[in-house]
């Protein structure tokens, strides 16, 4: 473990916890009961006390490959010595070069152009305005609804939350971005699926079909969704769901977007959602684990009939096809950070240890089954969602923020999210820690009244 630097904060005192106002936190809550990780390496956190928890998340969904990897460290390192920023308009750098080969490599075949953003939110928005633009390049100005879907989640810039479908990150902020919404696949029956739930796939994917007829085709410009949605909790599609969903949108003409921020990077088991559920998209989305969560980084990377009209349409060779960009667009630090992070990904094979760990994950998680407060368990690689009942009938959220607190306070960290929750580890797991993790889930759950 790294020597741990020393702050003047006073962490228990909660006036110098006041300045930092923390996103999706409830501040008030914290602020009084805090808790303040120090470090971490391996699968394990450091807290400001000198405990040290178990990261059965990891950390947001990103760090999947472990935290503190020496490979990654040296490349930061070394990458901010040599170049520790340069312009990404008009002038880019050596390594965001080799950074965009590595994704083209991973990518399904067609996805072949890559987008530098800073976030998962970030790629959204660009995705959305790379469809738009798309559509009114090819003489189609008509085209500029998106397609959502309920309790999907797209990142918190203005974009992503207007096609996103989660309820308490909309209600606040008013109207956003034209878009309309799919339902969910969340169905009684499909309770307790291990892995794809059985029933009404095509069925659900056929409401695409009848939304795109009520509000004309011809007004669309892209349906966006998360091969499965993980913040909402784990929400998977059903067989046969993303297979006619891309039949819908390739008959009429709509661009289909994948929000791949959590299923990328090995979590399906896979290298990719779409690889995992044999489904292509247009255009995709990526974040998290291009880096393992070490530098903030995002991308998106599209077909090459988007980008050809791009340039194609672009006037003079000397002017911009596309006016958009962020000014640490392929950074060169989190280039650096990429590129390690991605070659620890093949070289480890990373994406075959979920699928070999999988089915053991999946048989623990259910073992939950039965216990009280638990409605539903869903999975899909690394990465799973209990359901607990609502506190009272009308709590949501009380019972697994009450639940998170406790494992925190036994020694592993797992995610409260709505009224689920949500367990990803690390892809280095053992079976032992797997063990330990529902061993601790199991106590918290049976504790809570």
């Known amino acids: 473990m790294a020597e741990q630097p020393v702050f003047e904060t006073d962490f228990s005192n909660k006036e110098s916890l ?5 996103p999706y936190t409830s501040n008030r809550y914290f602020k009084e009961n805090p808790i303040i990780v120090t470090g971490a390496e391996g699968c394990q956190f450091t807290t400001q006390d000198g405990k040290t928890v178990y990261d059965a998340f990891s950390g947001l969904w990103c760090t999947g490959m472990g935290h503190g990897r020496s490979e990654i460290v040296e490349a930061v390192s070394k990458g901010i010595q040599r170049l520790d920023y340069s312009p ?25 152009h890559v987008f530098f953003t800073n976030s998962g939110s970030e790629a959204a928005d660009t995705a959305m305005k790379m469809a738009r633009a798309y559509w009114r390049l090819k003489g189609q100005a008509s085209k500029t609804r998106f397609i959502g879907r309920s309790m999907g989640y797209h990142g918190v810039n203005w974009g992503g939350v207007s096609v996103g479908g989660i309820a308490a990150n909309r209600k606040l902020y008013g109207q956003g971005v034209d878009s309309i919404h ?44 998360e091969p499965f949605s993980g913040s909402a909790g784990v929400i998977l599609p059903p067989v046969g769901y993303l297979e006619r969903i891309r039949e819908i949108c390739s008959k009429h003409n709509v661009l289909l977007i994948f929000d791949e921020v959590i299923t990328g990077f090995g979590r399906t088991g896979k290298d ?21 969560g070490c530098v903030p980084m995002g991308a998106v990377v599209s077909k090459g009939d988007i980008y050809n009209t791009f340039m194609e349409n672009g006037g003079p060779d000397y002017m911009v096809e596309m006016p958009h960009g962020y000014t640490y667009s392929s950074h060169p630090v989190a ?29 623990q998680v259910h073992k939950l089954k039965g216990l009280k407060h638990v409605v539903d368990i869903r999975n899909f690689g690394l990465a799973a969602a209990i359901e607990i009942e609502a506190f009272g009938g009308k709590e949501p959220a009380k019972r697994p923020f009450e639940i998170f607190r406790r494992c925190w306070e036994m020694g592993v960290f797992v995610r409260c999210g709505g009224n689920t929750i949500q367990v990803a580890p690390l892809f280095i797991a053992s079976k032992s820690e797997i063990d330990h993790v529902f061993n601790v889930l199991s106590d918290a759950i049976l504790a809570t009244e």
């Open 335 to 363: 280039c650096a950070a990429a590129l390690a992070a991605l070659d620890i990904f093949e070289k480890e094979k990373m994406s075959e240890k979920v699928e070999a760990l999988s089915p053991y994950f999946e048989e």
């Open 182 to 225: 799919l339902p969910h696949t969340l169905l009684a029956e499909n309770r307790f699926s291990k892995g794809l739930p059985p029933h009404k796939g095509v069925e659900l994917a056929n409401e695409l079909e009848t939304m795109l007829m009520m509000h004309d085709p011809s007004n669309v410009a892209a349906v966006i969704m």
């Open 18 to 22: 006041e300045a930092f106002w923390m």
């Open 272 to 292: 990719f959602g779409a690889d995992a559920f044999g489904v292509t998209p247009d255009i995709m989305t990526m974040a998290k684990g291009i880096t393992n």
């Open 88 to 112: 990404a308009f008009q002038v880019g750098n050596d390594i965001a070069f080799e950074v965009a080969n590595k994704v083209k490599k991973l990518t399904p075949d067609g996805l072949d």
